[in-house]
Nanobody, 114 residues
């Protein structure tokens, strides 16, 4: 299983970024995929997940600002992040749980300047 994330960068507070993650090596369309993040000196935390049927789940801190979506033709999961805050600064990882194992991408850094 390979997960390759794109789209991180530096953005001012209040701005937007869109992350994407290409997943290969699995039947993407039948798996739940998600985004997690890890800020400096903090534990990794859930940001959002999306099931094969399109049901979404968000951390309270990002609800109404972030939107997760998926493209089952391109085997890609997206995270649209709006109204970014300095607290959103972190390395963002895409994730899929497959055959009893957690699979992670390398992560993409998002830095929000205030």
């Amino acid at each position: 299983v390979q997960l390759q994330a794109f789209g991180g960068g530096l953005v001012q507070a209040g701005g937007s970024l869109r992350l994407s993650c290409k997943v290969s090596g699995i039947n993407f369309r039948i798996n739940t995929v998600g985004w997690y993040r890890q800020a400096l000196e903090k534990e990794r935390e859930l940001v959002a997940t999306i099931t094969s049927g399109g049901l979404t789940n968000y951390a309270g801190s990002v609800k109404d600002r972030f939107t997760i979506s998926r493209d089952n033709v391109r085997d890609t999961v997206y995270l649209q992040m709006n109204s970014l805050k300095s607290d959103d600064t972190a390395v963002y990882y895409c994730h899929v749980h497959f055959r009893g194992r957690d699979n992670w991408g390398k992560g993409t850094l998002v830095t929000v300047s205030s």
